[in-house]
Nanobody, 125 residues
Framework: VQLQASGGGLVQAGGSLRLSCAAS????????MGWYRQPPGKQRELVAE????????????NYADSVKGRFTISRDNAKNTVYLQMNSLKPEDKAVYYC???????????????WGKGTLVTVSS
């Protein structure tokens, strides 16, 4: 399984960016997809997740308090792709953003987590 993330870059405070992450490989079921971030000198933290119907109501989402109302996670099931629309970006949003997916490779798999390579988001003040 590979997770290919894209969309990071440099943006001014108040601006917007959209991250994308496409999953490919041995995928029977995508149980959830999400984004984590690791700010400089800090631990990795959850940004947002979106769930399939196997875990919660299809399309259910969960956001970190710090991004609620500014970030929106969405998913294209046909493309096995998750998006993160980031609006009203703040300097404290600067981090390496990582895509994560909980994937079942076979019908009998409960699922395991996979990580993509990070993409850097820099917000200038």
């Amino acid at each position: 399984v590979q997770l290919q993330a894209s969309g990071g870059g440099l943006v001014q405070a108040g601006g917007s960016l959209r991250l994308s992450c496409a999953a490919s490989g041995s995928i029977f079921r995508l149980n959830s997809m999400g984004w984590y971030r690791q700010p400089p000198g800090k631990q990795r933290e959850l940004v947002a997740e979106i769930y399939s119907g196997t875990m919660l109501i299809e399309g259910s989402t969960n956001y970190a308090d710090s991004v609620k109302g500014r970030f929106t996670i969405s998913r294209d099931n046909a493309k096995n792709t998750v998006y993160l629309q980031m609006n009203s970006l703040k300097p404290e949003d600067k981090a390496v953003y990582y895509c994560n997916a909980d994937i079942s490779n076979n019908p009998w798999d409960y699922g395991k987590h996979y990580w993509g390579k990070g993409t850097l988001v820099t917000v200038s003040s």
